[in-house]
């Protein structure tokens, strides 16, 4: 092709595109602002703990469409480790305790997560229509299964995944898969039966997988593939300039050097609030659109405790608390029964979450106290009799792209928008899903469009 392309933003979602264009023979440049590639996926090692500061696992997903995460793994000679069986496990907080999800029709019927009158509620769901307008999640699981799975299943699910709120949440652009089983069977249970996607807790099918070193591997892994000289780190791209048929790209150091990198073509990788200020004077009106995406913050906390002083067997995921429960953490994952070698020997590791879109105030409060929350709620959910011995907080001010009420019709004017700029692509996790396995699937896909 002999072009040059140059992308801003080395995540995930910035360094699979480039990993994917390169394959093709494309000459790449991926300029990242921090001094480390990788985005959200980053591992350290503390005091023998494996810490992840963002996504603990992700879902590989089969098929040929789908497994886009396997095709990288392969390309950079990775082989993932795969969760615990104990995974397939999940707990609820209901009435201030654990209780497991039911992961089998039988187990369905007994679970004490959901009362006789929610399940008996269930047998109405495959006689319910569509509605005729967009809704929200809230709207969509209340009116098709009734308030108490929405209260207990679904809010729950959408705190662990977006940190969100159900009521501003849309089901189309958030939970697409959900929604699709209304559009194509008429009903989530005669979807989740007869589509084969979709096992009884809605959960894709699929392995959950990291890496031996942790999720930082990935990005890592990648960038010793590209060749050399391919990322410049601690490069903050400030505005682009389209001359003739070229882009200029304009970026700015931390030592307070400046320079221009030329490109064919240009992918923008970055969170929606800094693609906004990139393209303040390209397209005003994709930047005002961008703007509008919110991200509320959160803060991921890892614990670390000795094992004889934590009574709950940790035989699962992890857990998620409604927030009709009135709990301020939104959940905790059981990281060391996930991958055992997370913590040293007769220890255990939990990743907590608190903040997102039902608790802005998180912003306003320091990390020491809302670690002592967390450590609180963890006391009493999980039986714990002392303090953590190992805290480290995570703080993301801006975590996760909402798919609110009009996100696809506002992703769809960002398109239209950036239509008139030929050469200028948007690729990050506001549109296409969320997930590890998501940013590297839709990278994969954008590398085609652009090599087509
Ligand atoms: C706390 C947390 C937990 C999560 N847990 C999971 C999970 O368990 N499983 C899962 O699958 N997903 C999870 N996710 C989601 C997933 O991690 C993200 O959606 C994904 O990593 C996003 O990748 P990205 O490349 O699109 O964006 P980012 O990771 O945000 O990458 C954008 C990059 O652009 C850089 N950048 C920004 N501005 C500029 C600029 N002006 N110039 C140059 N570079 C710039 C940034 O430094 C960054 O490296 C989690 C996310 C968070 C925050």
Same mark, same amino acid.
């Given at each position: 092709m002999g072009k040059k392309i140059v992308i801003v933003g080395g995540g995930i979602s910035g360094l699979s595109t480039a990993l994917f264009l390169n394959r093709a023979g494309v000459a790449v440049k991926v300029l990242e602002s921090r001094q480390e590639p990788g985005g959200n996926l980053l591992t350290t090692n503390v005091s023998g703990y494996q810490i992840e500061?963002?996504?603990n696992s992700t879902m590989q997903k089969p098929g040929r469409e789908d497994d886009a995460l396997g095709r990288i793994m392969d390309i950079v000679g990775l082989t993932p480790m795969v969760a615990n069986s104990e995974a397939n496990k999940r707990f609820i907080v209901r009435n201030h305790k654990l209780a497991a999800l039911p992961s089998s029709p039988l187990s369905f019927i007994t679970t004490k997560a959901f009362s006789v009158r929610a399940k008996l509620r269930l047998?109405?769901?495959?006689?319910i229509g569509p509605a005729d307008h967009e809704e929200s999640i809230a709207q969509f699981v209340e009116r098709r299964l009734g308030r108490e799975f929405l209260d207990y299943a679904i809010d729950p699910f959408v705190s662990g995944v977006y940190a969100g709120n159900t009521h501003n949440l849309s089901v189309q652009a958030a939970t697409a898969k959900i929604y699709a089983l209304e559009k194509n069977h008429g009903s989530l249970i005669r979807g989740a039966i007869f589509g084969r996607q979709k096992n009884i807790s809605g959960m894709p099918k699929g392995r959950l997988i990291s890496f031996a070193k942790g999720m930082g591997e990935l990005p890592q892994a990648i960038s010793r593939f590209? &060749?050399?000289?391919?990322i410049l780190t601690g490069t903050k791209v400030v505005r682009l300039k389209q001359q003739k048929n070229r882009w200029l790209v304009y970026w700015e150091s931390k030592g307070g050097s400046a320079g221009i990198e030329e490109a064919d073509q240009v992918v923008l990788s970055t969170p929606a609030s800094q693609t906004a200020k990139i393209l303040e004077e390209t397209s005003l009106g994709a930047s005002r659109l961008l703007q509008t995406i919110q991200y509320p913050p959160i803060l991921s906390i890892a614990m670390g405790y000795s094992q004889n002083s934590v009574a709950h067997p940790l035989d699962g995921f992890g857990f998620l608390v409604p927030?009709?429960?009135?709990?301020?953490?939104l959940g905790s994952l059981f990281s060391s029964t996930l991958f055992?070698?997370?913590? &040293?020997?007769g220890k255990i590791l939990l990743t907590n979450f608190i903040g997102g879109a039902t608790d802005l105030a998180v912003e306003q409060t320091g990390d020491r106290e809302l670690a002592a929350e967390v450590a609180n709620n963890l006391s009493s959910l999980l039986g714990i009799d002392t303090s953590p011995e190992f805290v480290q907080a995570t703080r993301y001010r801006e975590a996760i792209p909402q798919y609110t009420l009009g996100h696809l019709q506002k992703i769809e004017a960002i398109d239209q928008a950036m239509a008139n700029h030929k050469g200028l692509h948007l690729r990050c996790n506001y549109s296409g899903g969320i997930s590890v396995g998501d940013c590297v699937r839709n990278g994969e896909l954008l590398a085609e469009k652009i090599l087509s």
């Amino acid at each position: 092709m002999g072009k040059k392309i140059v992308i801003v933003g080395g995540g995930i979602s910035g360094l699979s595109t480039a990993l994917f264009l390169n394959r093709a023979g494309v000459a790449v440049k991926v300029l990242e602002s921090r001094q480390e590639p990788g985005g959200n996926l980053l591992t350290t090692n503390v005091s023998g703990y494996q810490i992840e500061h963002g996504p603990n696992s992700t879902m590989q997903k089969p098929g040929r469409e789908d497994d886009a995460l396997g095709r990288i793994m392969d390309i950079v000679g990775l082989t993932p480790m795969v969760a615990n069986s104990e995974a397939n496990k999940r707990f609820i907080v209901r009435n201030h305790k654990l209780a497991a999800l039911p992961s089998s029709p039988l187990s369905f019927i007994t679970t004490k997560a959901f009362s006789v009158r929610a399940k008996l509620r269930l047998l109405w769901e495959p006689f319910i229509g569509p509605a005729d307008h967009e809704e929200s999640i809230a709207q969509f699981v209340e009116r098709r299964l009734g308030r108490e799975f929405l209260d207990y299943a679904i809010d729950p699910f959408v705190s662990g995944v977006y940190a969100g709120n159900t009521h501003n949440l849309s089901v189309q652009a958030a939970t697409a898969k959900i929604y699709a089983l209304e559009k194509n069977h008429g009903s989530l249970i005669r979807g989740a039966i007869f589509g084969r996607q979709k096992n009884i807790s809605g959960m894709p099918k699929g392995r959950l997988i990291s890496f031996a070193k942790g999720m930082g591997e990935l990005p890592q892994a990648i960038s010793r593939f590209l &060749p050399a000289g391919s990322i410049l780190t601690g490069t903050k791209v400030v505005r682009l300039k389209q001359q003739k048929n070229r882009w200029l790209v304009y970026w700015e150091s931390k030592g307070g050097s400046a320079g221009i990198e030329e490109a064919d073509q240009v992918v923008l990788s970055t969170p929606a609030s800094q693609t906004a200020k990139i393209l303040e004077e390209t397209s005003l009106g994709a930047s005002r659109l961008l703007q509008t995406i919110q991200y509320p913050p959160i803060l991921s906390i890892a614990m670390g405790y000795s094992q004889n002083s934590v009574a709950h067997p940790l035989d699962g995921f992890g857990f998620l608390v409604p927030r009709c429960e009135k709990i301020r953490t939104l959940g905790s994952l059981f990281s060391s029964t996930l991958f055992p070698n997370r913590a &040293p020997e007769g220890k255990i590791l939990l990743t907590n979450f608190i903040g997102g879109a039902t608790d802005l105030a998180v912003e306003q409060t320091g990390d020491r106290e809302l670690a002592a929350e967390v450590a609180n709620n963890l006391s009493s959910l999980l039986g714990i009799d002392t303090s953590p011995e190992f805290v480290q907080a995570t703080r993301y001010r801006e975590a996760i792209p909402q798919y609110t009420l009009g996100h696809l019709q506002k992703i769809e004017a960002i398109d239209q928008a950036m239509a008139n700029h030929k050469g200028l692509h948007l690729r990050c996790n506001y549109s296409g899903g969320i997930s590890v396995g998501d940013c590297v699937r839709n990278g994969e896909l954008l590398a085609e469009k652009i090599l087509s």
